[in-house]
């Protein structure tokens, strides 16, 4: 008779523990892999809003568009929408000054970016993953109209993904500089310059400008000595 053999025991939880240990193996690249894909996207996605804006600019006599900096008390329309009345909602999505060139809402968003997580629902605007830089109006000087883009210096920074582990930081479209910066992708974050190149910026890097007291890339408001406006660095 030709029985056929059976695993033991013994060699199938040797088989099991072997592909667990694969699978812890692969876990952390296909993780990697996954934050590189979102990178990518999110660079993407602020090189398509700078390109929106350098149209704007085109179309208002190279005026930045406002950058929402309003607490959500505004009447100003600015990059991210137009505020909407206190008694209904104040972020109406879709009525930004780029929607017209950007009409995607997932433009807008980070793909890491998890509508699930207590900390995105206790944001108050969740429109974007993203802000304006508000120097281009001095921050809480509130020089409207906006600056224009020429005056801006081509690598001062445009726009960053904004610190998703602080839902007070949504407030509106736009932030200081000391508010941060996104750190979900391996300890860097990602930002736009008024030039429209994107690039990675490793944090360490990000908050040694955040620290400076000169004007630098971050603090780059041009009516001020110090591109801080007047509260600033010492805000």
């Known amino acids: 008779m030709n029985l056929k053999r059976a695993f ?9 523990a072997i592909i667990a240990l694969l699978a812890a193996m692969l876990l952390p690249a296909l993780s990697k892999a996954k934050n590189q894909a979102a990178k ?19 179309d208002a006599n190279d005026v930045l568009p406002p950058p929402n900096w309003d607490n959500g008390n505004g009447t100003i329309p600015g990059w991210l929408y137009t505020p909407g009345p206190s008694d209904t909602n104040i972020y109406p999505a879709g009525t930004g000054l780029l929607w017209g060139t950007l009409p995607k809402t997932k433009i807008y968003y980070c793909p890491l970016d998890d509508p699930a997580l207590p900390t995105f629902t206790q944001r108050p605007q969740q429109l974007s993953s993203y802000a304006m830089n508000g120097a281009v109006i001095g921050y809480d000087f509130r020089n409207y109209p906006p600056a224009k883009l020429a ?7 445009a726009f960053w993904e904004t610190d998703e582990t602080h839902p007070e930081f949504f407030n509106d479209g736009a932030n200081w500089p000391d508010e941060g910066v996104s750190s979900r992708h391996l300890q860097g974050g990602i930002q736009a310059a008024f030039d429209g190149s994107v690039s990675y910026i490793k944090l360490n890097l990000w908050y040694e400008d955040v620290a400076g007291t000169n004007k630098n890339r971050l603090w780059c408001y041009p009516g001020s000595a110090d591109g801080g406006g007047p509260n600033g660095h010492n805000q």
């Open 8 to 16: 033991t025991l013994v060699e199938l939880l040797v088989v099991i």
């Open 40 to 58: 990518v996207t999110d660079l993407d996605n602020l090189k398509q809003i700078m390109v929106a804006v350098h149209l704007y600019t085109t």
């Open 151 to 157: 005056v801006m210096k081509p690598a001062d920074c």
